[in-house]
């Protein structure tokens, strides 16, 4: 069984996989493709990576790779089909294979819908985008078509407006489904035409695009408008289908977590273009990986006292005192649990229901929450070895 079983090579995964094997955790990294990277695999030129400017996609994803490889990483090729979070011991479902580990990083990602119109994927990093925020710097001074009609497209409009010439805006109806701010933001632009009820039929050029041709879908009339760049915003879809059912998503499939990627799962976390986020970037989702693998961490290390509690309860089944819930927020009253129970725990007091801070506060007889220890300290007497416990512990454990 691994500590750590981290799903999707992406930038997030590979960060993840990296913050893993630094932190000592025994990970698995399993991606679909043969070639990690994720997205940017595909990206032409990722202009707003800190520190790599001008770097083309493949290459930094080659960087990341044999970052994470250098480190030690275990990478495996498989496609994950289904997931198993029921118990303590989570378990992955690939196209293979079954993998079992203690916590799941959920590191899958999204794809940028496409429209399938002629010349869209000939021209893919050659003037097509789909990504407003990465590539609009590159068509400055330019005029632009963007496609699309909701938040995405048109906040893309008005980003793309500040710097181009001029921005088309393509839609398939006569009015925007955007939030009714931005679309008033974007009609009030100078250098924005709209083009209503119009799907893109074509993509034209020679290197790079030069031209654009909508068609009415009332009188099919064609028109040709000559642009640089054409900005694909038709929706992005997550990758989160294997998880559902498993983990809470929001409406459009977004696993919901926080900054600390800790989902409605005990031990599960997502990381990336997969969670509920404001901006999907290369940039975010490497923070995204580092921060779930501390909060993966932290929870390993409610996991060992959770196992403490198993093994003491099997001991000694007149002090049953089994969390039934145990998020990886509530370590310490864990913690503190364990240690009450080792020592004077009255029997009584205790259900096999209780969450650790309801055992602590019927075993003291007290309604107010008790004072916070120090994790490391209580630790220290619980019986695990000292270098188990250190190489555990993380900074925030060693104060209260
Ligand atoms: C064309 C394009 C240009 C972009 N340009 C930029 C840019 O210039 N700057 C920038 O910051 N961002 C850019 N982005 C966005 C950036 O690529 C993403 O935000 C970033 O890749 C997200 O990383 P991730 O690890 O969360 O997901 P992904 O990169 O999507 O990686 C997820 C990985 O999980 C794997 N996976 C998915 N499902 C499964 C499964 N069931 N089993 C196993 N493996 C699975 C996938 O194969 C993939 O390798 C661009 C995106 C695109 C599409």
Redesign the pocket.
Known sequence: MYDLII???????LSAAIYASRARLNAIV????YV?????I??Y?????PGLPGLS?MDLAMKMAEHAEKLGVETVN????SLDLTGPVKKVI?DEDTYEAKAVII????T?SKLGAEGENQYG?MGV???AT??GAFYRGKDVLVVGGGDVAVEDAIFLARGCNKVYVCHRRDELRAAKILQENLLSLPNVEMVWNSNLKSITGGMKVEKATVVNKFDKSERTIPVSGVFIAVGITP?SE?ARNHVAMDEKGYIIADETGATNVPGVFA????RTKQL??????VA?GANAVTSAEKYLLTFSILRAFQLLSALNPSRICMPAEQPMRDAPASIMALQVFQSRMPPAALTSTSSPTTCFMRATSSTVAPPVPKPVDVLMKSGFARSDILARCSISDFSR
């Open positions: 799903i999707g090579a992406g930038p997030a995964g399993i991606e679909q493709n990690n990277g994720g997205q940017i595909d990206t030129e990722i202009d707003n990576y996609g498989g496609f994950v089909q690939t590191a899958s990602g999204a940028h990093g985008s789909y990504c990465c590539d990758r294997f990381a990336g273009d997969v999907r970037q290369v940039v975010t989702a995204d």
